[in-house]
């Protein structure tokens, strides 16, 4: 069953042609994994599927009976509106009697409450609202009437993606869903996804959520699309394949391009008789031969400054907000060539640490000492703010007109760009007409071109492509400075760093040998030791009760009491809600009526509480 087809769109912006005669089909159940270098379509493909961009020819066709949601880049609000009303559909009936319901037990309208539990329990609409409430949850989503408006941007994200998983979709549209999110609730994401089964389109840079969710790969490659029925390991061999296979078509081409070549030269200028198929061939030729050197590769290399024997100490450092400690007493000596993963949950530290290594922050204890020759390189994790008027070029030459790749040698800053993606024909554009993933490698030139010989990379992968985050990984593996990594993206984060600052948020910071999954292995048997020794003693401790006491004729008989005082208090509540569902009383009388079943189901709480325990003794 075909939930989308797609049929010879195209798409251009001023002379780039970014999407040519693209044609692909999505069906109940797929899921489909967009990628392609920054700057390849991604983003504008995924903004013709949802409507915002029309394409310039071709047509995009859903399946009518179907539900389509999307979540995109820098999601929008209404202004006033509460997590509440973002996370629910404003235009499906059942949701709106979730957020009424809502509302009206946060103000206690008891009368209200009444006719909206009768509408809910008509709709069969509370498992809808445990999920949400769920969903919302696991995306550390607790206060529902909070204004979004004073939310940061990474809690809007997180308010985004849960409106869109609450109402079901049967297709779903994501662009970067990780972005902002911490490890934990990415592999819960990543749980639910790959369970569920809706059709999905996706793109993303973390590839070990791209391995586990999606199941087949397309890939924009200069305007064209691949298709690969597969996960990503079957992705990256199809590809190389395929690469080599064009490498192959390109040689021979070369090799019939020199013979077209002297064949057109040894004809007469003004022959009017010369072959025109022959010309036209030739000009085909020549575009298949030289195709290869604008392959998108990206070649990074530069020299990191001499490293000396102090590199940086860290000093029994404090630091905190209020009353909210981040770092207590920590210490550490940094080797060189050292490589540090840094993790934790939202919240805990882990830039506040960042900003202390760089003297931004002061600390309320203990000190930082930076060697004499460490040069930092900082990779923010927010996106620069550039002069989108200024071109590539000029913004590389403010920088450096040169830079150093190793021994002494240096290659012109315009050569680097090259490395960087952004070719000749693209350095004298303004920057404003890059896109966002363009940007974010521009940011990561600006660092690197200066030759650091310590490097702090903060979320350097958030908008990044698959091909770059290759090629920087391969970078960062040859760097022969020290590397300071905080990532959420996982498979990054094993690939480079030998050890891990752990930080848990009550200012402790651990130091843990080895990378993320080692951690997440060892936390795992650690939770699964723990629940077999919490399991073993409560056995233990139940059979030794069971042993060394025996029920008194008093417990017997109150145990005998209870039974029959919860038989005849659930009577008692059964008719109180009867009551109340019927409708029939007036206001004072309902509300008498709800406050009778609070007190009675506090009772019988208590009641069965006090008959569970004596009836471990039986």
């Known amino acids: 069953m075909n939930y989308l087809s797609v049929e010879s769109i195209s798409k251009t912006f001023g002379d780039r042609i970014i999407l040519d005669q693209l044609s692909f089909g999505i069906a109940q159940g797929q899921k489909v994994a967009l990628v392609g270098i920054n700057g390849s379509g991604k983003s504008t493909l995924l903004k013709v599927l949802t409507g915002i961009e029309s394409p310039d020819s071709g047509e ?316 930092f390189g900082y990779y923010r994790q927010t996106e620069l703010s550039f002069d989108n008027e200024q071109t590539i070029i000029d913004f590389a030459k403010s920088i450096a007109e040169v830079v150093e790749v190793g021994k002494g040698k240096t290659i012109p800053v315009s050569q680097f760009l090259n490395r960087f993606l952004f070719p000749p024909d693209v350095q004298y554009k303004p920057i404003g007409k890059l896109s966002g993933g363009e940007k974010r490698r521009l940011q990561l030139l600006q660092i690197l071109i200066q030759s650091p010989n310590f490097l702090i990379l903060d979320e350097p992968t958030n908008d990044l492509d698959l091909i770059t985050l290759n090629t920087l990984e391969a970078y960062l593996e040859a760097f022969e400075g020290c590397l300071i990594l905080v990532s959420h993206d996982r498979y990054f984060m094993d690939k480079l760093v030998d050890h891990l600052f752990v930080f848990d948020g009550s200012g402790a910071i651990k130091d843990f040998p080895g990378n993320y999954t080692d951690l997440r292995l060892k936390q795992q048997e650690e939770k699964l030791a723990d629940t077999s020794s919490q399991s073993k003693v409560k056995k233990e401790v139940t059979r030794e009760q069971k042993e060394k006491k025996k029920l008194s004729f008093k417990e017997k008989r109150e145990f005998e009491t209870l039974e029959k005082e919860i038989a005849l208090l659930e009577e008692e509540k059964s008719e109180f809600v009867t009551k109340l569902n019927q409708g029939s009383g007036d206001h004072e009388e309902l509300t008498i009526w709800s406050k009778e079943i609070e007190r009675i189901t506090e009772q019988l709480d208590e009641k069965e509480m006090r008959w569970l325990e004596l009836s471990e003794f039986i």
């Open 60 to 375: 995009v066709v859903f399946r009518n009976d179907i539900v389509v949601r999307s979540l995109l880049q820098n999601p929008q609000f209404a202004t006033g509106q509460t997590i509440l009303d973002a996370v629910f559909d404003a235009k499906d009936p059942t949701h709106q009697l979730l957020i009424a319901y809502e509302q009206a037990l946060a103000k206690g309208e008891s009368e209200k409450l009444e006719k909206l539990i009768e509408q809910i329990d008509a709709a069969d609409a509370w498992n809808l609202e445990s999920q949400a409430k769920q969903i919302l949850g696991k995306l550390g989503l607790h206060e529902l009437n909070q204004q979004v408006s004073n939310l940061s941007g990474g809690q809007q994200k997180r308010i985004a993606l849960a409106s869109v998983l609450i109402q079901k979709p049967d297709l779903l549209i994501l662009d970067e869903p990780t972005n902002h999110l911490d490890i934990e609730t990415i592999e819960w994401l990543e749980n639910y996804l790959s369970l569920s089964n809706m059709a999905l389109i996706l793109v993303t840079h973390d590839r070990y959520f791209l391995e586990k969710v999606t199941n087949e790969i397309l890939e924009l490659d200069k305007g064209e699309v691949h298709y690969y029925k597969g996960n990503y390991a079957y992705f990256l061999e199809k590809k190389a394949e395929r690469e080599m296979a064009d490498s192959a078509s390109i040689d021979k081409a070369k090799n019939l391009y020199r013979k077209e070549l002297d064949w057109i030269r040894r004809q007469p200028k003004a022959r009017g008789t010369k072959a025109k198929y022959r010309v036209d061939a030739f000009q085909e030729t020549k575009s298949k031969a030289f195709s290869k050197e604008n392959s998108q590769d990206l070649k990074l290399k530069a020299e990191a400054q001499r490293q000396g024997k102090k590199v940086l100490e860290v000093e029994a450092l404090s630091h905190g907000f209020g009353s909210k400690q981040l770092i207590n007493n920590f210490s550490y000596v940094f080797p060189r060539k050292d490589r540090v993963g840094i993790v934790g949950p939202n919240g805990s530290g882990k830039t506040t640490f960042i900003n202390l290594l760089m003297a931004e922050l002061s600390p309320n204890g203990g000190e930082v000492i930076k060697g004499a020759t460490t040069k």
